[in-house]
Nanobody, 120 residues
């Protein structure tokens, strides 16, 4: 059974940084792409970033240059380093295992999310 657990969320001031972790179990991370998504109050869930099994990464325009996704397959963990945070980054952040190697695949399993709040 694929399981993903996010951690690292919290309250941070504008301009600050947070590092989210997505610990996976029940599957070998080496063979799966993992995506980060977020959902702000009253808005639809949106894709933020993705790490393919081959090491390719991509980012939404709204976070490009500020967020960095990485993975440690030996630790079965994917990370999202978030810098220069803005109030509009406030959302529940989710990680999801995708149905294969590529970031073009659809999500097949989701974590429960971690809250990120950017406010002074």
């Amino acid at each position: 059974q694929l399981k993903l657990v996010e951690s690292g969320g919290g309250l941070v001031q504008p301009g600050g940084s947070l590092k989210l972790s997505c610990a996976v179990s029940g599957f070998t991370l080496d063979y799966y792409a993992v995506g980060w998504f977020r959902q702000a109050p009253g808005k639809e869930r949106e894709g933020v970033s993705c790490s393919s099994s081959g090491g390719n990464t991509n980012y939404s325009d709204s976070v490009k240059g500020r967020f960095t996704v990485s993975r440690d397959n030996a630790k079965s963990t994917v990370y999202l380093q978030m810098n220069s945070l803005k109030p509009e980054d406030t959302a529940v952040y989710y990680c999801a295992a995708l149905n294969g190697f590529s970031c073009l695949e659809a999500p097949i399993s989701w974590g429960k999310g971690t809250q990120v709040t950017v406010s002074s």
